[in-house]
Antibody, heavy 121, light 113 residues
Framework: EVQLVESGGGLVQPGRSLKLSCAASGFNFGEYAMHWVRQAPGKGLEWVSSISWNSGTIDYADSVKGRFTVFRDNAKNSLFLQLNSLRTVDTALYYC??????????????WGQGTPVTVSS | DVVMTQSPDSLAVSLGERATINCKSSQSVLNISSSKNNLAWYQQEPGQPPKLLIYWASIREFGVPDRFSGSGSGTDFTLTISSLQAEDVALYYCQQYYTTPRTFGQGTKLEIK
């Protein structure tokens, strides 16, 4: 059974940093692209970032480019998102999501439960 | 950016009736080389993460009831629920994965009439 368990969310002041983690199990993590998608309270889905199976292709939404960094450790079946220079508009539930392919131009076939990030002074 | 526009924003359908949700992209999401439309549909029940229903515009994910179907090509896509069940009450999103950013539609809220 595919499982994606996010952690690392919390309350943080504007301008500070946070590191999100996603522990994957139930599939060969190193063979699939991964995504981060966020959902602000009461709002729709916003794609944040994606990374291919070998980290060769990495993309970001313009809203987070230069502030967020995605990386993965295939040996540890883990995905990460480093969030720097956080803004109040970054407040959201952050989902770790598995692609159905090794490349990033692919649908998402599994989602974690999400980890909440609240940016507030 | 490719803008995904869903219609309607909300929809109320009687149990057993057909529900149709539309999704229009601001540019084609058809990959000419693969002849595949890079378009997916997701269902999000309250308090839950999204769930994949349809990918490549018309392929039903394993385990998804066959009352769900996807159609369309290029810029115009449709999610159809042939006979609405009570458990289908949810938010529905389309997403293009043809180019970055991999944009979602704004969502369609489906309710029982």
């Amino acid at each position: 059974e595919v499982q994606l368990v996010e952690s690392g969310g919390g309350l943080v002041q504007p301008g500070r940093s946070l590191k999100l983690s996603c522990a994957a199990s139930g599939f060969n993590f190193g063979e699939y692209a991964m995504h981060w998608v966020r959902q602000a309270p009461g709002k729709g889905l916003e794609w944040v970032s994606s990374i291919s199976w070998n980290s060769g292709t990495i993309d970001y939404a313009d809203s987070v480019k230069g502030r967020f960094t995605v990386f993965r450790d295939n040996a540890k079946n883990s995905l990460f998102l480093q969030l720097n220079s956080l803004r109040t508009v970054d407040t959201a539930l952050y989902y770790c999501a598995k692609a159905g392919c090794s490349f990033t131009a692919c649908y998402i076939n599994y989602w974690g439960q999400g980890t909440p990030v609240t940016v507030s002074s | 950016d490719v803008v995904m526009t869903q219609s309607p924003d909300s929809l109320a359908v009687s149990l057993g009736e057909r529900a149709t949700i539309n999704c229009k992209s601001s540019q084609s999401v058809l990959n000419i080389s693969s002849s595949k439309n890079n378009l997916a549909w997701y269902q999000q029940e309250p308090g839950q993460p999204p769930k994949l229903l349809i990918y490549w515009a018309s392929i039903r994910e394993f385990g998804v009831p066959d009352r769900f179907s996807g159609s369309g090509s290029g810029t115009d896509f449709t999610l159809t629920i042939s006979s609405l069940q009570a458990e289908d009450v949810a938010l529905y999103y389309c997403q293009q994965y043809y180019t970055t950013p991999r944009t979602f539609g704004q969502g369609t809220k489906l309710e029982i009439k």
